[in-house]
């Protein structure tokens, strides 16, 4: 998905990308697709050392 360093590098242009429907396309696409999508994960972990 556009991030928007795609249009701030000038690699495409907001009407090229369509960006106002850009995501009901994206959406669609994954509904008619019958997969998973995955947005961002993110891992943490946490410790303590005592002492």
């Not at 959406?27 to 995955?38: D, F, K, Y």
Request: avoid cysteine; glycine fraction near 12%; aromatic fraction near 4%.
């Amino acid at each position: 998905m556009a991030s928007g360093g795609e249009l701030k590098r000038g690699v495409a242009t907001a009407q090229k990308i369509e960006i106002d429907s850009l995501a009901a396309r994206l959406n669609e696409e994954r509904l008619a697709s019958g997969s998973t999508h995955v947005l961002d994960m993110m891992f943490g972990a946490w410790t303590r050392k005592d002492g």
